[in-house]
């Protein structure tokens, strides 16, 4: 619909006619759109080059295309980080997992979620009188790689805190939009297999930690009996949490039956060792440029 026509609306005065007339105006509009769009699907069926020109002059623009350059995207991690032993010496990961002091029954039941979800988990109740870092030690003289910390506040959870033992780093990462399983439609429940692990555009050097730390709390070795896949997709620096059953339904097709839960991550804080000096922290000014993203 051109200005003109919109313009010749203004001097009606009876806002039943007006509305009839915008109503015809914008059918007639959409007709004359769809008549273009056929034509143009006919002449593209007998000559395909024109669809391929169409599609390659016709790339949309999106924050993502127009990301600001960073140099440490693809690069290689440089030197030794305290995950090396989960890489280079095979280290089976075997993850203690607890909440916040006083925690109210949503941590424990998200605390369950996780116990099915990573593999070699155990939940152990936490008591006031023991800080992070009393849990830490306690962990890694019984030879666990990492310890997850649920942060609940006022009946919803909020944060999550990674230690990879026994040195650290701390990764703390806030939580929302949550859906528990029971509210997925469909949804199935996990198994004891060891789900394969996928890991979406970590690319940046501070992704690519954040991606190791991931990939540390999961064996080497996926279980595809169980048909199972966690999937941890980055996009403009939140992480969205998917599991998924694959349901091969006959020799050619393949459906996904969601387990739960779903939830998002975002990245709040590195600190080197156990929560010692802070070595990344997101601050509200990083958001200035819209286009600027560290994941």
């Known amino acids: 619909m051109g200005a003109v026509d919109l313009n010749s609306l203004k001097g009606i005065k009876n806002k039943q006619k007006r509305q009839q007339l915008f109503a015809q105006l914008k059918h007639e509009h959409n007709k004359s759109r769809h008549k273009e769009r056929q034509s143009r699907a006919r002449e593209e069926r007998e000559n395909p080059e024109l669809k391929e020109k169409r599609l390659a002059e016709n790339v949309p623009e999106t924050i993502d295309s127009k990301r600001v350059f960073d140099?440490?995207?693809?690069?290689?991690?440089?030197?030794?980080?305290?995950?090396?032993?989960?890489?280079?010496?095979?280290?089976?990961?075997?993850?203690?997992?607890?909440?916040?002091?006083?925690?109210?029954?949503?941590?424990?039941?998200?605390?369950?979620?996780?116990?099915?979800?990573?593999?070699?988990?155990?939940?152990?109740?936490?008591?006031?009188?023991?800080?992070?870092?009393?849990?830490?030690?306690?962990?890694?003289?019984?030879?666990?790689?990492?310890?997850?910390?649920?942060?609940?506040?006022?009946?919803?959870?909020?944060?999550?805190?990674?230690?990879?033992?026994?040195?650290?780093?701390?990764?703390y990462f806030s939580i929302s939009s949550l859906i528990e399983r029971k509210r997925i439609t469909g949804h199935g429940q996990p198994t004891g297999h060891v789900p394969e692990l996928v890991l979406n555009n970590f690319t940046t050097r501070l992704g690519q930690s954040v991606s190791r730390l991931f990939q540390s709390l999961f064996p080497h070795r996926p279980e595809f009996v169980g048909r199972q896949v966690v999937t941890l997709h980055n996009q403009r620096d939140f992480i969205f949490f998917r599991m998924h059953r694959y349901i091969f339904r006959n020799e050619e097709k393949v459906g996904l039956q969601e387990l739960g839960p779903q939830f998002t991550l975002k990245l709040r804080r590195i600190q080197k060792g156990i929560r010692q000096d802070i070595d990344w922290e997101y601050k509200p000014e990083l958001e200035k440029d819209k286009r600027k993203f560290y994941l």
């Open 71 to 171: 140099e440490t995207v693809n690069a290689e991690v440089e030197g030794e980080d305290n995950f090396d032993s989960y890489f280079k010496e095979g280290t089976e990961p075997k993850v203690l997992i607890t909440t916040n002091a006083n925690a109210k029954k949503p941590a424990y039941e998200f605390a369950a979620m996780m116990v099915e979800i990573i593999p070699n988990a155990t939940f152990v109740k936490r008591q006031r009188k023991y800080t992070i870092k009393d849990i830490a030690d306690y962990c890694s003289n019984r030879d666990f790689t990492d310890l997850i910390v649920i942060n609940e506040d006022k009946k919803v959870v909020n944060g999550i805190t990674f230690v990879h033992l026994p040195e650290g780093p701390t990764f």
